[in-house]
């Protein structure tokens, strides 16, 4: 990845969609004289590999997918992929040519994750993989299934989360492995058996647009657990949460688990990246070094004993990977690498670099040590080639574990190449072998500061109660608290100005309404938990509402009707009342989880649940008020857009609905009733004065039709179909995005991506 940011997205490269085109590349072109002589001298596989690695770089890169969402929407959609899908493609013969069908990806667990590859023609010809491009696009499209690098999703997979730790991924945008932490979040409970973990997932990226991309990617998996940040990784600054022990001192946040999937030189997505092939170049990674560092040594300081922090890089240059890993641990001598040998052991792997030789632009001289470079090039060539000393191998690189280093080549299972380093950090102030840790040497110290040194322009901003602290030892914080918990202030709060934030910060403009909570006796959470039928222990104290600052007198006395509820869990809820948002730049947390909705002529409006957010709340709705029906009901609500109550066939859905009050209810398919169901599916409906509507937007009806139905039975609304006035519209991500809701907030969460609902019921 460049310097400006976007993976692929280099200074002069093609557009994303050109880069994709392998035909507008040519073999011949995949070449680089200076890739070729930089990579030889340093020896990353052996000779009498070089030319399979290279002939590997110039093929096609495999489509890889995973399977995603909670642990049983994913075996279920796995099975049907492998039961139903796999063996209709394995016989497949195009154009004389037998076509391969999609394998497991051998090393990814449960065999949720798989690679094909099809020239397009074939996808888009052969009847067989035209249904199964159609599978994949339908079920893409809802966030059941991922299109993810297959090397990319190795990292998440390294950190070992579970849902009660705190979690934080530095440089998260676009999100693939943000929703990966997620979904491990999000796994069983077992402590709480709650729908929400009591862990933290904090996503952050510095760049502006990528962290609503972020977002947007994030709201696939509704997470209460979940904060996305726009800063500069390098220098963010510490949260304070009151202490377990003392709730009237405040201490630092420090995390379990830290991924640095940090920017680098991309150098490893050359098989799809195909521009890298013209402008790749060893300033590329000397450049980067620096940052690289700094975001790795700013991980290590906010990491907890015993906690893990996982660097990852699609670079194959050392400069990028051993050089900083080797710098951070001199620099840190309570962390070491960890040998996770044992740990997917279908995958083939390499051992990280124990030496390598740094070159400038030239290209002419790799050099042995910095001395022979500082001694051989002029002043002016070395403030060019932006090397300090480490970039070089230290002097005691055999005692850093470097091997322990995953290196990923692409000819060892046609992937792209990666590179990964797990760090653990010890228990406070001893090495991870116990022995008590001396303070980094002068000297190391002095060669890691240097090469990790923070630009004049970079230096923190932020002002004492964020600056960057280097001991991360409880504080006690008496002056910020941003958003308030409503309870402790007047009913109907005035919306504060906390989520107002500073110009400039990690660049574009930041504009976010505050988070308020609301007193859990507020009309609509109450309105919720009664209309909703949620029992007590529903989290009423955790909802918070967006609204746009304004004058706090003025909305006092007419404060802004709220359309949509958001939810946190009890950890975020902290973070985000006991932090100051006028310096951090906060764009979500939580979900949102409640949505108004028009009830019709004569009713008022309510709150519905959203369709994603709906396995969140299943847990908390009383089992009674959930209503059973067969798939001959489901028929008719994926194909009609609003059926009578007349519509369904005599039985109990119908009679129950027809007594039912309007509004939000949730139904439920049995699998017993349904053999063709592999566990129960659980849907919202809304009830108005004369229709059933389901709840989940086009997209998801579409995927969820063809799942049950094997087809798209699902009609497109026609204009004289359109709802009157009593009945609901859904509206899908897109069209909520567009229009800022909540009085216009630039980065929303969640904004009614409605999916079909597997639940884990
Ligand atoms: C390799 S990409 C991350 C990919 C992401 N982890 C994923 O799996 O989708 C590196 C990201 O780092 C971000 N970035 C660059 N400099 C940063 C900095 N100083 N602090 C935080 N993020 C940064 C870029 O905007 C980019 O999104």
């Not at 980094?440 to 923190?460: F, L, Q, T, Y």
């Not at 308030?484 to 100005?497: L, R, S």
């Not at 967006?546 to 869990?569: E, K, Q, S, W």
């Not at 108005?688 to 039709?705: E, N, P, Q």
Request: contains cysteine; glycine residues 6%; negative net charge.
């Amino acid at each position: 990845m460049g310097r400006n940011n976007k993976r692929g997205g280099r200074r002069g490269h093609k557009p994303k969609d050109d880069v994709y085109r392998t035909d507008l590349v040519e073999k011949a072109d995949m070449h680089n004289d200076r890739f070729t002589t930089y990579y030889r001298s340093q020896k990353i596989v052996p000779d009498d590999e070089w030319d399979v690695f290279m002939e590997s770089l110039r093929t096609p890169l495999p489509t890889t997918f995973r399977v995603a969402g909670s642990r049983q929407t994913a075996q279920s959609l796995n099975a049907t992929l492998r039961d139903n899908h796999v063996p209709n493609l394995s016989n497949v013969v195009f154009e004389d040519q037998p076509i391969p069908p999609p394998v497991q990806v051998p090393w990814y667990p449960d065999g949720l994750a798989w690679q094909f590859n099809v020239p397009k023609k074939v996808l888009r010809k052969q009847p067989e993989f035209k249904e199964f491009h159609s599978f994949l696009v339908f079920e893409t499209e809802v966030g059941n299934i991922s299109r993810q690098e297959a090397v990319s999703m190795l990292p998440p997979l390294f950190m070992d989360v579970e849902p009660h730790h705190k979690v934080m991924d530095m440089c998260a945008a676009p999100g693939s492995k943000t929703a990966q932490l997620l979904e491990a979040l999000h796994a069983q409970d077992t402590l709480t058996s709650t729908s929400i973990p009591s862990g933290l997932l904090l996503a952050n990226d510095s760049d502006h647009k990528r962290t609503h991309l972020l977002i947007h990617q994030s709201a696939r998996l509704p997470s209460p657990a979940l904060m996305v940040t726009n800063l500069d990784a390098s220098i963010y600054p510490q949260l304070k949460l009151p202490s377990a022990s003392n709730k009237n001192q405040m201490e630092t946040l420090l995390f379990d688990r830290i991924l640095c999937d940090v920017p680098c030189s991309g150098d490893g997505t050359m098989r799809k990246n195909l521009g890298i092939w013209k402008t790749w170049q060893p300033m590329d990674g000397n450049g980067l070094h620096g940052l690289q560092l700094r975001i790795l040594q700013r991980a290590m300081k906010l990491l907890a004993p015993q906690g893990r922090v996982v660097y990852s890089t699609c670079s194959l240059n050392p400069v990028e990977n051993e050089a900083v890993i080797a710098c951070a641990l001199r620099n840190n001598p309570d962390f070491r690498l960890v040998d996770v040998s044992a740990k997917l052991t279908a995958l083939h792997r390499r051992p990280g670099l124990t030496s390598w030789r740094p070159t400038d632009k030239s290209l002419c001289t790799t050099y042995d040590t910095y001395d022979t470079f500082m001694a051989t090039c002029t002043e002016g060539e070395v403030v060019k080639a932006k090397m300090t000393r480490g970039h070089w191998p230290p002097e005691d690189v055999e005692k850093l574990d470097l091997p322990r280093c995953l290196r990923i080549y692409p000819h060892l299972q046609d992937t792209g190449g990666f590179f990964v380093a797990v760090l653990e950090r010890a228990s406070t102030n001893t090495s991870p072998e116990g022995v008590p840790v001396a303070a980094p040497s002068r000297e190391n110290k002095r060669e890691a500061d240097e090469a990790a040194e923070i630009p004049e322009s970079k230096k923190p901003r932020l002002d004492d109660a964020t600056e960057v602290e280097d001991d991360a030892e409880a504080s006690v914080q008496t002056d910020v608290v941003a958003a308030v918990p409503a309870e402790t202030k007047a009913k109907n709060p005035a919306p504060q100005k906390a989520g107002k934030q500073k110009k400039g910060e990690g660049g574009g403009s930041f504009k976010e309404n505050p988070y308020t909570y609301l007193p859990p006796d507020d009309p609509s959470v109450l309105s919720c938990v009664s209309r909703l039928h949620l029992t007590p222990a529903f989290p009423s104290a955790n909802i918070l509402v967006r609204t746009p600052p304004g004058d706090a007198d003025a909305d006092a006395a007419a404060p802004v009707p709220v359309r949509n509820l958001y939810i946190t869990n009890d950890l975020v809820k902290l973070l985000v009342t006991h932090n100051d948002y006028n310096r951090i730049r906060l764009a979500c947390a939580g979900t949102k989880v409640f949505t108004k909705q028009e009830a019709g002529r004569g009713a008022d409006a309510q709150f519905r649940v959203l369709g994603e957010a709906l396995p969140l709340v299943l847990p908390y709705t009383d089992p009674e008020t959930i209503v059973d029906a067969d798939l001959a009901v489901l028929r008719i609500l994926v194909e009609k857009a609003y059926p009578l109550c007349g519509a369904f066939p005599d039985g109990n859905f119908r009679r129950v609905m027809t007594e039912r009050e309007t509004g939000s209810h949730i139904v439920r398919f049995p699998r017993e009733l349904d053999p063709i169901l592999s566990h129960d599916l659980m849907l919202p409906i809304w009830k108005s004065t004369v229709s059933l509507t389901l709840m989940i937007d086009k997209k998801a009806k579409s995927a969820l039709s063809m799942r049950v139905f094997g087809k798209d039975i699902t009609s497109p609304v026609k204009e004289k179909e359109k709802p009157a006035d009593d009945e609901p519209v859904v509206v899908s991500a897109e069209d909520v995005e567009d229009g800022a809701e909540d009085g216009g907030d630039e980065l929303v969460n969640g904004d009614g991506a409605e999916d079909a609902v597997m639940t884990d019921a």
